[in-house]
Protein backbone atom coordinates (compact mmCIF):
# COMPACT_ATOMS: atom_id res chain seq x y z
CA UNK A 1 0.00 0.00 0.00
CA UNK A 2 1.42 3.08 -1.02
CA UNK A 3 1.80 6.13 1.87
CA UNK A 4 -0.28 8.54 0.08
CA UNK A 5 -3.03 5.85 0.11
CA UNK A 6 -2.15 5.20 3.69
CA UNK A 7 -2.61 8.55 4.94
CA UNK A 8 -6.04 8.46 2.84
CA UNK A 9 -7.60 5.58 4.20
CA UNK A 10 -6.63 6.69 7.80
CA UNK A 11 -6.74 10.10 7.95
CA UNK A 12 -10.89 10.06 9.21
CA UNK A 13 -9.37 7.46 12.00
CA UNK A 14 -6.31 10.13 13.27
CA UNK A 15 -9.09 12.82 13.31
CA UNK A 16 -11.16 10.98 15.30
CA UNK A 17 -8.78 10.41 17.54
CA UNK A 18 -7.64 13.74 18.46
CA UNK A 19 -5.61 13.99 21.25
CA UNK A 20 -4.64 10.45 20.98
CA UNK A 21 -3.37 11.30 17.54
CA UNK A 22 -0.08 9.58 18.01
CA UNK A 23 -1.17 6.23 19.52
CA UNK A 24 -3.96 6.30 16.86
CA UNK A 25 -1.05 6.58 14.17
CA UNK A 26 0.60 3.68 15.62
CA UNK A 27 -1.59 1.72 16.10
CA UNK A 28 -3.08 1.45 12.82
CA UNK A 29 0.35 1.54 11.08
CA UNK A 30 1.35 -1.45 13.27
CA UNK A 31 -1.89 -3.20 12.17
CA UNK A 32 -1.25 -2.47 8.22
CA UNK A 33 2.31 -3.81 8.88
CA UNK A 34 1.20 -7.23 10.29
CA UNK A 35 -1.47 -7.35 7.79
CA UNK A 36 0.77 -7.08 4.98
CA UNK A 37 3.44 -9.27 6.18
CA UNK A 38 0.91 -11.75 6.68
CA UNK A 39 -0.59 -11.80 3.36
CA UNK A 40 2.72 -10.89 1.52
CA UNK A 41 5.40 -13.60 3.01
CA UNK A 42 7.61 -12.32 0.46
CA UNK A 43 7.40 -8.08 0.86
CA UNK A 44 10.83 -7.75 1.74
CA UNK A 45 12.03 -9.45 -1.12
CA UNK A 46 10.15 -6.95 -3.41
CA UNK A 47 10.82 -4.19 -1.70
CA UNK A 48 8.70 -3.74 1.38
CA UNK A 49 12.06 -2.28 3.39
CA UNK A 50 12.89 -0.77 6.75
CA UNK A 51 14.08 2.69 4.89
CA UNK A 52 10.81 2.49 2.81
CA UNK A 53 8.45 2.41 5.75
CA UNK A 54 10.88 5.53 7.70
CA UNK A 55 10.30 7.63 4.27
CA UNK A 56 6.24 7.11 4.61
CA UNK A 57 3.86 8.27 6.90
CA UNK A 58 4.24 4.43 9.17
CA UNK A 59 7.37 6.63 10.34
CA UNK A 60 5.24 9.23 11.59
CA UNK A 61 2.96 7.59 13.59
CA UNK A 62 6.12 5.44 15.70
CA UNK A 63 7.89 9.10 15.98
CA UNK A 64 5.09 10.74 16.85
CA UNK A 65 4.12 8.24 19.69
CA UNK A 66 7.75 7.97 20.53
CA UNK A 67 8.24 11.46 21.45
CA UNK A 68 5.22 11.43 23.41
CA UNK A 69 7.16 8.76 25.62
CA UNK A 70 10.29 9.14 25.46
CA UNK A 71 12.77 11.25 23.25
CA UNK A 72 16.64 10.01 22.15
CA UNK A 73 18.09 13.17 24.16
CA UNK A 74 16.50 11.95 27.63
CA UNK A 75 18.67 9.38 29.43
CA UNK A 76 16.97 6.42 31.13
CA UNK A 77 17.09 5.75 34.94
CA UNK A 78 16.45 2.31 36.27
CA UNK A 79 12.70 2.06 37.53
CA UNK A 80 14.34 1.27 41.13
CA UNK A 81 16.12 4.74 41.20
CA UNK A 82 12.85 6.28 41.83
CA UNK A 83 11.97 6.31 45.24
CA UNK A 84 9.64 9.17 44.97
CA UNK A 85 6.44 9.86 43.44
CA UNK A 86 4.25 12.97 43.26
CA UNK A 87 0.52 12.62 42.39
CA UNK A 88 -1.49 15.93 41.60
CA UNK A 89 -5.15 16.07 41.77
CA UNK A 90 -6.87 18.84 40.08
CA UNK A 91 -9.90 19.92 41.59
CA UNK A 92 -11.87 21.11 38.80
CA UNK A 93 -14.72 23.96 38.96
CA UNK A 94 -13.11 26.32 42.04
CA UNK A 95 -13.55 24.29 44.81
CA UNK A 96 -15.56 26.00 48.03
CA UNK A 97 -12.85 25.11 50.70
CA UNK A 98 -14.52 26.67 53.72
CA UNK A 99 -17.06 24.03 52.99
CA UNK A 100 -14.21 21.18 53.05
CA UNK A 101 -12.28 22.68 56.14
CA UNK A 102 -14.12 25.15 57.95
CA UNK A 103 -13.19 27.52 60.51
CA UNK A 104 -14.90 26.51 63.41
CA UNK A 105 -17.08 28.58 65.57
CA UNK A 106 -16.61 31.02 63.44
CA UNK A 107 -20.14 33.70 63.61
CA UNK A 108 -18.71 35.03 60.52
CA UNK A 109 -18.83 31.72 58.59
CA UNK A 110 -22.18 30.63 59.77
CA UNK A 111 -23.91 34.29 59.59
CA UNK A 112 -22.29 34.34 56.02
CA UNK A 113 -23.86 30.82 55.45
CA UNK A 114 -27.29 30.23 57.15
CA UNK A 115 -28.19 27.09 55.25
CA UNK A 116 -25.16 25.47 53.75
CA UNK A 117 -22.82 26.45 56.83
CA UNK A 118 -21.42 23.08 58.35
CA UNK A 119 -21.91 23.41 62.55
CA UNK A 120 -19.05 23.24 64.28
CA UNK A 121 -20.75 20.18 66.44
CA UNK A 122 -20.97 18.19 62.90
CA UNK A 123 -17.10 18.68 61.81
CA UNK A 124 -14.22 16.15 62.47
CA UNK A 125 -11.15 17.30 64.70
CA UNK A 126 -8.89 19.16 62.62
CA UNK A 127 -7.16 21.56 64.91
CA UNK A 128 -7.07 24.58 67.11
CA UNK A 129 -9.08 26.42 64.26
CA UNK A 130 -10.57 24.18 62.08
CA UNK A 131 -12.69 21.29 61.53
CA UNK A 132 -13.37 18.66 58.68
CA UNK A 133 -15.93 18.41 56.91
CA UNK A 134 -17.63 14.84 58.15
CA UNK A 135 -17.66 13.49 54.45
CA UNK A 136 -14.38 13.58 54.68
CA UNK A 137 -14.04 10.45 57.70
CA UNK A 138 -12.23 8.12 55.04
CA UNK A 139 -9.54 10.23 55.76
CA UNK A 140 -9.64 11.48 59.03
CA UNK A 141 -7.35 8.40 60.34
CA UNK A 142 -4.48 9.66 58.53
CA UNK A 143 -5.14 13.23 59.20
CA UNK A 144 -4.61 11.99 63.12
CA UNK A 145 -1.89 9.73 62.00
CA UNK A 146 -0.04 12.97 60.46
CA UNK A 147 0.33 11.78 56.81
CA UNK A 148 -2.73 14.91 55.82
CA UNK A 149 -2.36 17.92 56.05
CA UNK A 150 -3.92 21.50 54.01
CA UNK A 151 -3.35 25.20 53.67
CA UNK A 152 -6.11 27.38 53.38
CA UNK A 153 -6.85 30.80 51.88
CA UNK A 154 -4.10 29.82 49.02
CA UNK A 155 -4.14 31.76 45.68
CA UNK A 156 -3.56 31.45 42.21
CA UNK A 157 -1.31 34.31 40.45
CA UNK A 158 -4.13 34.77 37.87
CA UNK A 159 -7.18 36.43 39.90
CA UNK A 160 -9.99 36.46 36.87
CA UNK A 161 -12.42 33.98 38.13
CA UNK A 162 -12.66 33.38 34.64
CA UNK A 163 -12.34 29.02 35.22
CA UNK A 164 -10.37 28.79 31.60
CA UNK A 165 -7.35 32.13 32.33
CA UNK A 166 -7.44 30.71 36.40
CA UNK A 167 -6.68 26.62 35.15
CA UNK A 168 -4.36 27.57 32.73
CA UNK A 169 -2.25 30.35 34.93
CA UNK A 170 -2.28 27.71 37.54
CA UNK A 171 -1.02 25.10 35.50
CA UNK A 172 1.37 26.68 33.67
CA UNK A 173 2.95 28.01 37.12
CA UNK A 174 2.92 31.51 35.78
CA UNK A 175 0.70 34.49 35.45
CA UNK A 176 2.74 35.76 32.50
CA UNK A 177 1.87 34.02 28.81
CA UNK A 178 5.75 33.92 27.91
CA UNK A 179 5.94 30.78 29.39
CA UNK A 180 3.83 28.19 27.33
CA UNK A 181 5.17 24.66 29.24
CA UNK A 182 3.08 23.62 32.28
CA UNK A 183 4.76 23.62 35.60
CA UNK A 184 5.17 19.88 35.83
CA UNK A 185 6.69 19.51 32.64
CA UNK A 186 9.62 21.59 34.25
CA UNK A 187 9.48 19.72 37.12
CA UNK A 188 10.35 16.06 35.04
CA UNK A 189 13.10 18.29 33.68
CA UNK A 190 14.68 19.64 37.39
CA UNK A 191 13.72 15.77 38.70
CA UNK A 192 16.60 14.34 35.63
CA UNK A 193 16.42 11.25 34.00
CA UNK A 194 13.72 8.57 34.46
CA UNK A 195 11.87 5.56 32.99
CA UNK A 196 9.29 5.53 29.99
CA UNK A 197 6.55 5.75 32.76
CA UNK A 198 8.23 8.43 34.61
CA UNK A 199 4.91 10.43 33.89
CA UNK A 200 1.59 9.72 33.25
CA UNK A 201 -1.72 11.51 32.90
CA UNK A 202 -4.68 9.44 33.84
CA UNK A 203 -7.74 9.97 31.34
CA UNK A 204 -8.29 11.24 27.83
CA UNK A 205 -6.26 14.25 27.37
CA UNK A 206 -2.79 15.54 28.57
CA UNK A 207 -3.46 18.40 30.95
CA UNK A 208 -1.94 21.69 30.78
CA UNK A 209 0.23 21.45 33.73
CA UNK A 210 1.98 18.72 31.48
CA UNK A 211 3.06 20.09 28.42
CA UNK A 212 6.09 20.96 27.21
CA UNK A 213 9.23 18.82 25.87
CA UNK A 214 9.56 16.51 28.55
CA UNK A 215 8.02 12.59 27.60
CA UNK A 216 5.34 11.45 29.45
CA UNK A 217 2.18 8.96 28.65
CA UNK A 218 -1.78 9.70 29.04
CA UNK A 219 -3.30 6.85 30.23
CA UNK A 220 -7.25 5.80 30.22
CA UNK A 221 -5.68 2.86 32.47
CA UNK A 222 -2.99 0.47 31.75
CA UNK A 223 -5.43 -2.10 30.26
CA UNK A 224 -6.33 0.41 27.78
CA UNK A 225 -2.36 1.38 26.73
CA UNK A 226 -2.05 -1.36 24.03
CA UNK A 227 -1.90 -2.20 20.28
CA UNK A 228 -5.58 -2.18 18.79
CA UNK A 229 -6.76 -5.29 17.21
CA UNK A 230 -7.30 -8.90 18.02
CA UNK A 231 -5.00 -10.86 20.67
CA UNK A 232 -3.77 -13.17 18.37
CA UNK A 233 -2.17 -10.89 16.16
CA UNK A 234 -0.66 -8.70 19.14
CA UNK A 235 2.82 -10.40 18.90
CA UNK A 236 3.09 -10.91 15.19
CA UNK A 237 2.57 -7.01 15.10
CA UNK A 238 4.92 -5.78 17.99
CA UNK A 239 7.85 -8.29 16.26
CA UNK A 240 7.11 -6.38 13.08
CA UNK A 241 7.76 -3.10 14.50
CA UNK A 242 11.41 -4.51 15.67
CA UNK A 243 12.34 -6.08 13.04
CA UNK A 244 12.12 -2.53 10.96
CA UNK A 245 14.21 -1.38 13.21
CA UNK A 246 16.66 -4.02 14.12
CA UNK A 247 19.83 -2.69 12.90
CA UNK A 248 19.15 0.71 11.28
CA UNK A 249 20.64 3.68 12.74
CA UNK A 250 18.30 6.65 12.67
CA UNK A 251 16.98 9.02 15.64
CA UNK A 252 13.73 6.98 15.58
CA UNK A 253 14.90 4.18 16.55
CA UNK A 254 15.37 4.49 20.10
CA UNK A 255 12.10 6.17 20.15
CA UNK A 256 10.02 3.01 18.53
CA UNK A 257 12.54 0.97 20.94
CA UNK A 258 11.27 2.99 24.09
CA UNK A 259 7.61 2.93 22.57
CA UNK A 260 7.50 -1.07 21.97
CA UNK A 261 9.33 -2.00 25.64
CA UNK A 262 6.43 0.41 26.98
CA UNK A 263 3.34 -1.40 25.38
CA UNK A 264 5.03 -4.92 26.26
CA UNK A 265 5.62 -3.90 30.14
CA UNK A 266 1.89 -2.65 30.03
CA UNK A 267 0.68 -5.43 28.51
CA UNK A 268 2.75 -7.72 31.34
CA UNK A 269 1.37 -5.58 34.48
CA UNK A 270 -2.24 -5.70 32.36
CA UNK A 271 -2.19 -9.56 32.45
CA UNK A 272 -1.21 -9.30 36.07
CA UNK A 273 -4.32 -9.10 37.83
CA UNK A 274 -4.57 -6.63 40.57
CA UNK A 275 -5.95 -6.82 43.68
CA UNK A 276 -6.19 -3.91 46.14
CA UNK A 277 -5.78 -3.67 49.58
CA UNK A 278 -8.62 -1.24 50.03
CA UNK A 279 -11.60 -1.35 47.61
CA UNK A 280 -11.78 2.03 45.83
CA UNK A 281 -14.92 3.70 44.73
CA UNK A 282 -16.23 3.07 40.94
CA UNK A 283 -16.12 5.92 38.27
CA UNK A 284 -13.54 7.42 37.27
CA UNK A 285 -11.43 8.80 39.79
CA UNK A 286 -11.32 5.90 41.83
CA UNK A 287 -10.37 3.89 38.83
CA UNK A 288 -7.30 6.19 37.89
CA UNK A 289 -6.10 6.39 41.60
CA UNK A 290 -6.12 2.56 41.92
CA UNK A 291 -4.52 2.67 38.36
CA UNK A 292 -2.29 5.38 39.94
CA UNK A 293 -1.54 2.92 43.00
CA UNK A 294 -0.85 -0.30 40.67
CA UNK A 295 1.75 1.36 38.80
CA UNK A 296 3.44 2.66 41.85
CA UNK A 297 3.82 -0.65 43.45
CA UNK A 298 4.51 -2.39 40.49
CA UNK A 299 7.84 -0.26 40.87
CA UNK A 300 8.40 0.99 36.61
CA UNK A 301 9.79 4.14 37.80
CA UNK A 302 6.55 6.70 37.92
CA UNK A 303 7.43 9.92 39.63
CA UNK A 304 4.86 11.86 38.27
CA UNK A 305 1.08 11.60 37.66
CA UNK A 306 -1.85 13.70 37.23
CA UNK A 307 -5.41 13.11 37.69
CA UNK A 308 -8.88 14.84 37.95
CA UNK A 309 -11.81 15.38 38.71
CA UNK A 310 -15.08 17.71 38.15
CA UNK A 311 -18.02 18.70 39.27
CA UNK A 312 -16.97 21.55 41.50
CA UNK A 313 -18.30 24.65 40.30
CA UNK A 314 -21.09 24.57 42.88
CA UNK A 315 -23.57 27.62 42.05
CA UNK A 316 -26.57 25.78 43.15
CA UNK A 317 -27.46 22.55 45.60
CA UNK A 318 -24.31 22.69 47.43
CA UNK A 319 -25.94 21.27 50.53
CA UNK A 320 -24.69 20.88 53.92
CA UNK A 321 -24.05 17.94 55.74
CA UNK A 322 -27.69 15.77 55.07
CA UNK A 323 -27.08 15.86 51.22
CA UNK A 324 -26.16 18.13 48.37
CA UNK A 325 -23.28 18.33 46.06
CA UNK A 326 -20.95 19.28 48.02
CA UNK A 327 -21.52 16.65 50.11
CA UNK A 328 -21.65 14.11 47.43
CA UNK A 329 -18.60 15.04 45.75
CA UNK A 330 -16.29 15.21 48.76
CA UNK A 331 -17.54 11.48 49.87
CA UNK A 332 -15.99 10.04 46.43
CA UNK A 333 -12.69 12.23 46.89
CA UNK A 334 -12.48 11.12 50.54
CA UNK A 335 -13.29 7.61 49.46
CA UNK A 336 -10.63 7.29 46.63
CA UNK A 337 -8.06 9.42 48.65
CA UNK A 338 -8.28 7.12 51.91
CA UNK A 339 -8.28 4.33 49.63
CA UNK A 340 -5.15 5.28 47.61
CA UNK A 341 -3.17 5.62 50.83
CA UNK A 342 -4.28 2.09 52.61
CA UNK A 343 -3.99 0.09 49.22
CA UNK A 344 -0.26 1.80 48.88
CA UNK A 345 0.94 0.71 52.60
CA UNK A 346 4.13 1.45 53.66
CA UNK A 347 5.00 2.86 49.97
CA UNK A 348 2.80 6.31 51.21
CA UNK A 349 6.00 7.65 52.57
CA UNK A 350 7.45 8.10 49.46
CA UNK A 351 4.01 9.54 47.75
CA UNK A 352 2.86 12.59 48.09
CA UNK A 353 -0.69 13.74 46.60
CA UNK A 354 -1.76 17.20 46.47
CA UNK A 355 -4.91 18.50 45.38
CA UNK A 356 -5.28 22.29 43.75
CA UNK A 357 -8.20 24.24 42.49
CA UNK A 358 -8.34 26.94 40.17
CA UNK A 359 -9.78 29.48 42.46
CA UNK A 360 -12.08 29.31 45.76
CA UNK A 361 -15.70 30.82 45.84
CA UNK A 362 -17.53 33.76 47.96
CA UNK A 363 -17.79 33.62 51.54
CA UNK A 364 -21.95 34.27 51.65
CA UNK A 365 -24.11 31.89 49.98
CA UNK A 366 -25.99 33.01 47.16
CA UNK A 367 -29.58 33.00 46.65
CA UNK A 368 -30.07 29.14 44.91
CA UNK A 369 -27.88 27.96 47.96
CA UNK A 370 -25.01 27.36 46.26
CA UNK A 371 -21.64 29.72 46.27
CA UNK A 372 -20.39 32.18 43.41
CA UNK A 373 -16.52 32.15 41.79
CA UNK A 374 -14.21 33.66 44.60
CA UNK A 375 -10.68 33.93 45.14
CA UNK A 376 -8.69 32.43 48.03
CA UNK A 377 -9.15 28.66 47.70
CA UNK A 378 -8.04 25.29 49.34
CA UNK A 379 -5.00 22.49 49.18
CA UNK A 380 -4.59 19.46 50.52
CA UNK A 381 -1.70 17.20 50.74
CA UNK A 382 -1.45 13.03 51.44
CA UNK A 383 1.42 11.09 52.41
CA UNK A 384 5.15 10.95 53.73
CA UNK A 385 7.51 14.27 54.67
CA UNK A 386 4.11 16.24 56.47
CA UNK A 387 3.94 18.31 59.27
CA UNK A 388 0.65 16.86 59.16
CA UNK A 389 -2.52 17.10 61.28
CA UNK A 390 -2.87 20.91 60.75
CA UNK A 391 -3.80 23.71 58.67
CA UNK A 392 -0.32 25.84 57.52
CA UNK A 393 -0.39 28.87 55.69
CA UNK A 394 -1.47 32.21 57.20
CA UNK A 395 -5.40 32.85 58.03
CA UNK A 396 -6.59 36.13 57.33
CA UNK A 397 -10.23 35.11 58.83
CA UNK A 398 -13.78 35.79 57.80
CA UNK A 399 -14.26 39.33 59.54
CA UNK A 400 -16.04 41.63 57.02
CA UNK A 401 -12.54 43.86 57.04
CA UNK A 402 -10.31 41.09 56.44
CA UNK A 403 -11.83 40.01 53.10
CA UNK A 404 -11.65 40.93 49.36
CA UNK A 405 -14.22 41.64 47.89
CA UNK A 406 -16.31 39.26 49.43
CA UNK A 407 -13.98 36.87 49.18
CA UNK A 408 -11.60 34.53 51.42
CA UNK A 409 -8.44 36.48 51.09
CA UNK A 410 -5.72 34.66 49.65
CA UNK A 411 -3.12 34.94 51.80
CA UNK A 412 -0.95 31.94 50.48
CA UNK A 413 0.88 31.79 47.06
CA UNK A 414 0.40 28.30 45.74
CA UNK A 415 3.55 28.16 44.25
CA UNK A 416 5.05 28.31 47.78
CA UNK A 417 3.45 25.58 48.85
CA UNK A 418 4.59 23.52 45.47
CA UNK A 419 8.18 24.74 46.09
CA UNK A 420 7.89 23.63 49.59
CA UNK A 421 6.99 20.16 48.33
CA UNK A 422 9.46 20.05 45.72
CA UNK A 423 12.31 21.36 47.37
CA UNK A 424 11.93 19.21 50.64
CA UNK A 425 10.10 15.79 48.58
CA UNK A 426 11.82 15.64 45.35
CA UNK A 427 15.39 17.44 45.68
CA UNK A 428 14.61 20.16 43.46
CA UNK A 429 17.57 22.79 44.22
CA UNK A 430 16.06 26.06 41.71
CA UNK A 431 12.65 26.30 42.25
CA UNK A 432 13.17 29.53 40.13
CA UNK A 433 13.29 27.26 36.87
CA UNK A 434 9.25 25.90 38.13
CA UNK A 435 8.12 29.47 39.07
CA UNK A 436 10.06 31.83 37.19
CA UNK A 437 8.56 35.12 38.20
CA UNK A 438 7.75 34.07 41.64
CA UNK A 439 10.66 34.59 44.98
CA UNK A 440 9.80 31.81 46.71
CA UNK A 441 9.11 31.42 50.75
CA UNK A 442 8.22 28.46 52.76
CA UNK A 443 5.24 27.76 54.51
CA UNK A 444 5.69 25.00 56.74
CA UNK A 445 4.13 21.98 55.42
CA UNK A 446 6.49 19.50 54.99
CA UNK A 447 9.67 18.69 57.08
Known sequence: MSDLRWRGKHRAELRRRGPNLAEAALRVRAEQVCEELTAQKDAWRHGFTRRRVLA??????????????????????????????????FLRGGLDGLSVIVPAGDRNYLNARPNIGVQTSQLLKGDNTFGLHPALAPLEPFWKAGTMAAVHAVHNPDASRSHFQAQDCLERGSASQVVRTGWLDRTLGAMGPGTT????????????SLVGTEPKLVLDGVEGFRLSGPDYLHDKTLNALRT???????????????????????????????????????????????????????????????VEIGGWDMHTNLGNVDGGDMRNNLTALAQGMGAFATDLGDKLSDVTLVTMSEFGRRVAQNGNAGTDHGHGSLMMM???????????????????????????????????VLGELLTRRFNVGDVKKIFPEHDFKTIGAFR
Do not use: C
Request: glycine share 14%; proline share 7%.
Open 56 to 89: GAGAVGVAALGSQLATTRVAFAAPETVTRTLVVV
Open 197 to 208: FRAIAEGGSMPR
Open 244 to 306: LYTGFEHPVVQQAKVTLAALDQARKLANTPYRPVAPYPPGGFGDQLRDVARLIKAGVGLRVAA
Open 382 to 416: LGGGLVGGQVHGKWPGLAPSALDNGDLAGANDVRD
